[in-house]
C-alpha cells in the first residue's frame, strides 16, 4: 500500500503499473505519477497550465 504525500490517503496502485503513469488520489484529488516501481514510487505530478487564453 502507498500513501498519498498530501492527505496520507492510502493508494491502490496495481502491480501492471508504468512508471510516468499518473494516479490521482481518492482523498485530496492530487494527481502523483509512478516515478519508480520495485518498490512503487509516487510523486506529485506537475501541475500542467492550460491556459487556452479564455
Ligand atoms: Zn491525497
Known sequence: MLQCPEC???IE???DTRVS???E?????CELE????DP???ALAPEIEED???
Request: net charge negative; aromatic share 4%.
Open 8 to 10: 496520507t490517503a492510502t
Open 13 to 15: 496502485v496495481s502491480q
Open 21 to 23: 503513469e499518473v494516479v
Open 25 to 29: 488520489c481518492a482523498g485530496c484529488g
Open 34 to 37: 509512478v516515478v519508480a516501481k
Open 40 to 42: 512503487i514510487v509516487l
Open 52 to 54: 487556452w487564453g479564455e
